[in-house]
T-cell receptor, first 111, second 116 residues
């Protein structure tokens, strides 16, 4: 069964705060984990990509994967109003297999 | 810009009519996907293609068919549109990667379809 759980929010935080977004999943065969950002009426934009367990950092963004717990996280440091969007976690077995998405978390950064 | 063009971007059609959405890519990527996005359901895979003339069903394929006669084009057809197919449709592309690097998937800007 492919199932990904993600809190839809909305999550509202003040500008400059550290944001933590999370997903849990049930299929232990997932190998590749991604975070997408989606602005209103736009396509999802790839933010972070991680293979297997571990951490990956890119600027203000850090992605963590804990395969033993089937839990992935995205941290945003020094959050900005422009970070306000819906954040989608996604994962795949690899190869031609498509992505299985969480339902997305609506994030609001208050100026 | 991932080099993906979807057309039409917006369409209103009547129940029972056929509709074709087109996805065109300039990246020469091998894999192409069609997703739909609905409130409360998120993004769900309809069909995908792993090469010219090679396609397979996704999670929500009933009522949809696809064709891929060229690397750059992936067509999604609703044979007889129903109101339940009112949605936003996204095309995505990717290229096989090495083990450990996998394949990153990039999305188009979406096609808004309303079936009345």
């Amino acid at each position: 069964q492919k199932e990904v759980e993600q809190d839809p929010g909305p999550l509202s935080v003040p500008e400059g705060a550290i944001v933590s977004l999370n997903c849990t999943y049930s299929n232990s065969a997932f190998q590749y984990f991604m975070w997408y950002r989606q602005y209103s009426r736009k396509g999802p934009e790839l933010l972070m990509y991680t293979y297997s367990s571990g951490n990956k950092e890119d600027g203000r963004f850090t992605a963590q994967v804990d395969k033993s717990s089937k839990y992935i996280s995205l941290f945003i440091r020094d959050s900005q109003p422009s970070d306000s969007a819906t954040y989608l976690c996604a994962m795949t077995l690899g190869g031609a297999d498509g992505l299985t998405f969480g339902k997305g978390t609506h994030l609001i950064i208050q100026p | 810009d991932a080099g993906i063009t979807q057309s039409p971007r917006h369409k209103v059609t009547e129940t029972g009519t056929p509709v074709t959405l087109r996805c065109h890519q300039t990246e020469n990527h091998r894999y192409m996907y069609w997703y739909r996005q609905d409130p409360g359901h998120g993004l769900r895979l309809i069909h995908y293609s792993y090469g010219v003339k090679d396609t397979d069903k996704g999670e929500v394929s009933d009522g949809y068919s696809v064709s891929r006669s060229k690397t750059e084009d992936f067509l999604l057809t609703l044979e007889s549109a129903t109101s339940s197919q009112t949605s936003v449709y996204f095309c995505a592309i990717s290229e096989p990667g090495q083990a450990g690097s996998g394949n990153t998937i990039y999305f188009g800007e979406g096609s808004w379809l309303t079936v009345v």
